[in-house]
């Protein structure tokens, strides 16, 4: 596994390849490789969300679980799938609450959300990789370690930045962050198990802007094209 990171966010972990952990997690990788398994997402695609979202650049930051386990949907960038790929019900349901949250927004017929990582929100998984068709197959072998010490990064050395938690997987990393320097909101996974029990109707993406614009940012133009 090549590491190719954007420079600021390599600038911040670099100590981080050289640790026991990621040394064990690259083996790892290498031997479901070696096994015949295929991973997603694909290699080049694993730092994605880092690659397009700068770590000088970070506004906001939006936390999932685990990559997509289903031919070509995952790339990189958590609840977004590839364009010509059936939209999840998850992100499905992320669109619906844009539409009733922010005037205007107009559902789209794809699930790509690079245009929001472009805008600086770091669309972080907390396990990068996943065996074809198993999910959470790669849980438990480093990258937990590795996402939790970026979270932990964004918390000391940036400064108000939006955690949007959805869930309770998620909200469980607020311990990993200053709530006092950081902005944190908090919903239900917008899983069609859960959505109704408190992600509908949570507004995180006006409240976002309204923080965003509080604090001298520039807002997110949630619209997908």
Request: aromatic content about 10%; hydrophobic content about 35%.
């Amino acid at each position: 596994m090549a590491i190719e990171l954007e420079p600021s966010w390599l600038k911040v972990l670099h100590n981080e390849f050289e640790k026991d952990y990621m040394i064990k997690l690259k083996e790892f990788l290498k031997q479901e490789k070696d096994a015949g398994h295929k991973v997603y997402p694909k290699g080049s695609d694993i730092f994605n969300a880092f690659n397009h979202t700068p770590f000088n650049k970070l506004k906001a930051v939006i936390l999932g679980q685990d990559p997509y386990h289903g031919a070509n949907q995952a790339f990189g960038l958590s609840f977004a799938v590839q364009k010509g790929i059936t939209v999840p019900p998850s992100l499905k349901n992320i669109y619906k609450e844009l539409a009733t949250d922010i005037p205007g927004f107009t559902i789209p017929n794809h699930g790509d959300l690079t245009k929001w990582a472009n805008q600086g929100i770091l669309l972080l998984n907390a396990t990068l990789t996943v065996q074809a068709g198993k999910p959470g197959s790669h849980q438990k072998k480093g990258w937990e370690i590795f996402t939790d010490t970026v979270i932990r990064t964004i918390s000391e050395q940036k400064e108000g930045i939006v955690f949007l938690l959805w869930g309770k997987f998620a909200q469980a990393k607020t311990e990993l962050i200053n709530t006092e320097r950081h902005h944190v909101l908090k919903a239900a996974h917008p899983s069609p198990y859960s959505a109704d029990n408190g992600f509908f109707g949570c507004h995180h993406f006006s409240k976002t802007n309204g923080i965003l614009t509080s604090d001298g940012k520039t807002p997110i133009d949630w619209q997908i094209d």
